[in-house]
């Protein structure tokens, strides 16, 4: 709680920083935010502001605040103001107030913490979206996104209501007692409420059918923006997708397989085939996101099915961290327009560093040993394997064919003639950090249990 | 991580990062260096101690659980001596066309990778290494390749390879659900067994996945463009090295797991391999790019080398052994003397070539002589492989066996060919300006025509090694089946 109420005040204070003539000052005061954030929960202060039926610090809630943190801390870090007349002030505040939600999602006990955490997190975010005013692209995605996220919050509310309408209650622990009484009896009210929950955290996750705005969304944003949805908005809501299936319906396990499988393999389809066809970078992005996140949910399902959480956690991880590596780098490269492929060309000339970079990043998302991203992928697959075959089968398949776009990516970086202006590295903190990460993504792949044994260690002691 | 994995990950990482001038020399230095280290190790190996793997101690943890282990048995320390023997040509052909740091980089890479895939004794461990040996060489071939559509061709290679991959994937996470064991180490998977439908279809699947990088014959169809566009270096690692992976593949992950030898799977996969050794011998015979010849040639000999592995029979994996360490030395002899052509008068054709052995006298009988331990001429070192796997194919049906031995013609005619048209004749046009040999080249030739000739006379010392590990599978495989 604590966290939180540092990261709001933070932002907050942010804000009022346009005030000044200074441009670098959101910039570091975000940062000592996020640091002072991380301190706290290193030392794991409460200050007596714990309120157990509205937000729970579970082991997970802190392991997962932590990479939150670290992600939040290293976009900020990254960001590269290209655009001086912007108001930098707003997005950094703004990012700070989604984030809020975020880890009020991560600690949820109650369906009204989930309601409220994902309303935090997403009404910044349709500003954000929208923040390059001048563009028409980034207005239209921050509309875009607005109404339909708008419809799915009453999706949300609605089945919130139909559920607290048959179990008589919101808090977690709750609800699942009323499960256990009823013996599977509940009414049909129940099963549409939480078929109704379900589908509006598939539509802020982005998968399909509901994925129809992230193309959209992702090109138009500005690419810091993107960059925010793709690692710290998933985690949040793919943790409150595991919340939602482990902690509230546990009981229901048979229903929502069945809902969620054919989800899941139109999911592993359409990110594979529709990414092969883009020419937009970010587009094509949004559309592996979507594989990835499809791999995701299975880890979640399989979390369940196996008793073992560390799947999709990893998954989650190696996801994010290889997404904010591709991402940064491609901030660094546009100029404020559209990425497309052809702006990639000849990377490697021009900036060794950040073409090896984007190269680790998009072959750990393509799932190449010795990245975490085949670890990860190699995990959930062994899990597919043990409850479905022909999904199983599916999900190599889509691995196969998403290879073809990202190889077409590394293609460009590599082996084809510049044809303009690349920008160059120049800042020595971005290239340590941008080492850095790609570091981690290599040491995800080659010892992961080092890592892992790490997290567990650190927060379970 | 033992030495034979560490240091050329070390040289490779130096070698990224050295400037341009110095990287030459220095990747010369220490692939000889390594060369000369693999014979050491190969003198040092015990041949008492076969199947039972030399263990070398705790290479990774990679998340699978327990210690993974790396070591050669005696197909492996072979291969391993070929991958530095491969490494070592293709620095020695990169000497004189000055390439950026990074093409050294990514040999030695591919070496590490190639020892990893050679020494891993975990499947994960394996497949770890396998992939990872795909991404230099894709670097090597499309960086310096040339030829029309470079991204098409190299593309389709990649994708074949890696779905190729992925079915090897498939086919070790199968393996461990349905045995339950939760882990990979060879020596724990050859305990439990499979059984029925399911070994079928791991047979299957690594018969895909491997057979797309040997390559078995419906699966070939990357293969020769990517040899002709690749530059002369990634080819011979092409056919010299990364086709044996495929051919190691079969013979450490797939037949040791055979709980009973399935009759139908076994007929179907020997006659595919030997329609693809007449396949490739027939499209050998008319081509007129000299480096689609040996393409084809591969082609054909690999698909025999399948065929006795298939035939489960000692002489077969004898042959295949000792065959494999041959095409490797063979195949990188004849593209070198491809390269040197190439070099020399600037074309590749046959149409426009003829009369080289008037112009460079000691090349071209350096080359007559590899190319006569390509056709498998006795006294040469392609003969006794060739030899022992017909046998074997013959014994096990007289008829397969008999169209096999048509490609010992078939090689004949080819390679005969190409030598009359390139070397022998009116001096052509292109070749009449032919730039001498360089001293390198006919040291670097002379030595494979040296292996060719001595691994012809005294063959034994190659199939002594070998022998246990054969008898092994052997056993195993008779016992198994009764």
Redesign the interface.
């Known amino acids: 709680m604590l966290t939180i109420l540092i990261l709001f005040i933070t932002g907050l204070v942010t804000m009022f920083t346009s005030f000044f003539p200074h441009k670098s000052l959101p910039k570091y005061l975000g940062i000592t935010g996020i640091l002072t954030a991380l301190l706290a929960l290193h030392l794991r202060l409460g200050l007596g502001l714990d309120f157990p039926a509205f937000f729970t610090m579970f082991p997970l809630t802190r392991i997962m605040s932590v990479i939150v943190l670290i992600l939040l801390l290293v976009i900020f870090v990254l960001q590269r103001s290209y655009e001086k007349e912007y108001d930098w002030s707003a997005v950094y505040s703004l990012m700070l107030f989604s984030t809020c939600g975020v880890i009020l999602l991560l600690g949820q006990a109650n369906l009204l913490t989930l309601f409220l955490g994902i309303e935090i997190m997403s009404i910044p975010l349709y500003v954000l979206a929208a923040s390059k005013r001048n563009q028409a692209t980034s207005l239209e995605a921050g509309l875009k996104y607005f109404i339909l996220g708008s419809f799915a919050s009453a999706f949300l509310l609605f089945g919130i209501a139909l559920v607290y309408g048959t179990t008589g209650s919101f808090i977690m622990n709750d609800i699942v007692t009323a499960q256990n009484i009823s013996g599977g009896q509940l009414p049909a009210y129940f099963h549409i409420g939480y078929i109704f929950i379900i589908a509006s955290i598939l539509f802020k996750m982005a998968l399909a059918p509901f994925h129809f705005w992230s193309p959209d969304v992702y090109d138009g944003s500005p690419t810091v923006v993107t960059t925010f949805m793709t690692t710290v908005v998933k985690i949040g809501s793919s943790i409150t997708m595991y919340y939602l299936l482990v902690g509230y319906f546990r009981n229901q396990f048979e229903i929502y397989f069945k809902f969620l499988m054919p989800i899941i393999c139109v999911s592993f389809i359409l990110g594979a085939i529709l990414g092969l066809v883009q020419n937009n970078v970010k587009r094509m992005l949004a559309y592996s996101s979507i594989s990835h996140i499809a791999f995701v949910l299975t880890g979640i399902v399989l979390s369940i099915a196996l008793q073992d959480m560390s799947l999709f956690v990893f998954y989650l991880l190696t996801y994010t961290t290889s997404s904010l590596i591709v991402f940064s780098v491609i901030d660094h490269i546009e100029n404020g327009n559209t990425v497309f492929l052809d702006h990639l060309n000849g990377l490697s000339k021009h900036s060794p560093i950040l073409a090896v970079t984007l190269a680790i990043g998009v ?1 750990s998302m393509a799932g ?3 990245t975490g991203g ?2 990860a992928k ?2 959930v ?2 899990g597919i ?2 409850i479905n075959g022909w999904m ?2 599916l999900a ?1 398949l889509s ?2 064919v998403a ?2 776009y990202y ?2 990516l590394l ?1 460009r970086i ?2 084809y003639e510049k044809t303009q202006e690349n920008v160059a590295i120049k800042n020595i903190l971005l290239a340590i950090t941008m080492t850095i990460l790609t570091v981690t993504i290599v040491i995800l792949g ?5 890592i ?1 044994q790490g997290i567990y260690k650190y927060f379970l002691a | 991580m033992h030495l034979i994995l560490l240091l050329p990950l070390l040289v490779a990482l130096t070698a990224f990062f050295l400037p341009k001038k110095l990287v030459r020399e220095f990747s010369l230095a220490f692939s000889g260096a390594f060369f000369l280290f693999s014979i050491y190790v190969l003198t040092q190996y015990n041949p008492m101690n076969h199947y039972n793997f030399t263990y070398f101690h705790e290479a ?4 699978t659980g327990g210690s993974l282990h790396i070591g050669l048995d005696s197909l492996g320390v072979l291969m391993f001596v070929l991958t530095n023997f491969v490494v070592l040509y293709a620095n020695i052909m990169a000497w004189n066309k000055s390439y950026s740091s990074s093409f050294y980089g990514c040999t030695f890479l591919m070496q590490f990778a190639l020892v990893g895939v050679f020494a891993s004794l975990n499947a ?1 461990l394996f ?3 396998w ?2 040996a795909l ?1 230099p060489i894709y ?1 090597i071939v ?2 310096w390749g040339n030829g029309k559509d ?2 098409k061709t190299f ?1 389709r290679f ?2 074949y390879t ?2 190729g991959s ?1 079915f090897i ?2 086919a070790f ?2 393996f ?2 349905e045995t339950k064991s939760g882990s990979f180490e060879i020596t724990e998977m050859a305990k439990t067994s499979l059984t029925g439908n399911t070994q079928i279809l791991y047979t299957i699947f690594l018969v895909i996945g491997f057979g797309v990088k040997i390559p078995i014959f419906p699966l070939h169809s990357w293969q020769a463009n990517t040899y002709r566009k690749a530059p002369a270096e990634g080819t011979i690692l092409l056919s010299g090295i990364m086709l044996k992976m495929g051919l190691f593949g079969l013979l450490r992950w797939l037949i040791p797991f055979q709980e009973e030898v399935l009759p139908l799977m076994q007929k179907l996969i020997l006659v595919l391999a030997i329609v693809g050794t007449l396949y490739g011998a027939i499209l050998a015979l008319r081509r007129n790019d000299l480096k689609l010849i040996a393409a084809f040639s591969s082609l054909s000999h690999v698909g025999l080398i399948v065929a006795g592995i298939f035939t489960f029979k000692f002489l077969g994996f004898q042959g295949s052994g000792i065959q494999m360490l041959v095409h490797g030395i063979n195949i990188v002899g004849i593209f070198y003397i491809i390269d040197i052509i190439e070099r020399s008068t600037g074309t590749r054709y046959l149409t426009e070539l003829g009369g080289i052995s008037s112009k460079a006298p000691i090349f071209s009988t350096l080359a007559f002589i590899i190319i006569l331990g390509s056709i498998a001429v006795p006294l040469t070192n392609g003969f006794p492989g060739e030899f022992l796997l017909l046998m074997s194919v013959f014994f096990y049906n007289p008829i397969l066996g008999a169209l096999a031995g048509v490609t010992v013609i078939l090689g004949a005619t080819y390679m005969l060919r190409m030598f009359q048209r390139a070397f022998m004749g009116e001096v052509s046009e292109s070749v009449s300006d032919f730039k001498p040999v360089s001293k390198t080249d006919l040291i670097a030739l002379g030595f494979i025509a040296l292996l060719v000739i001595v691994l012809g006379i005294y063959p034994q010392a190659v199939l002594d090694l070998t022998a246990n590990s054969s008898q092994y599978m052997t056993n195993l495989l008779e016992l198994k089946n009764n």
């Open positions: 072959l190449i040993p010795f085949f670890i190699y995990r697959l062994t394997y043990q199983f089968a190599l691995s196969a290879i073809g190889l077409r293609n590599f082996f080659i010892l992961p249990e080092l892992l | 990774f943890l990679v998340g994960i497949y770890f290494f992939e990872l991404l670097y499309y960086k470079l991204s593309i990649f994708v890696f779905v992925l994937l498939a996470i199968l461990a659900v």
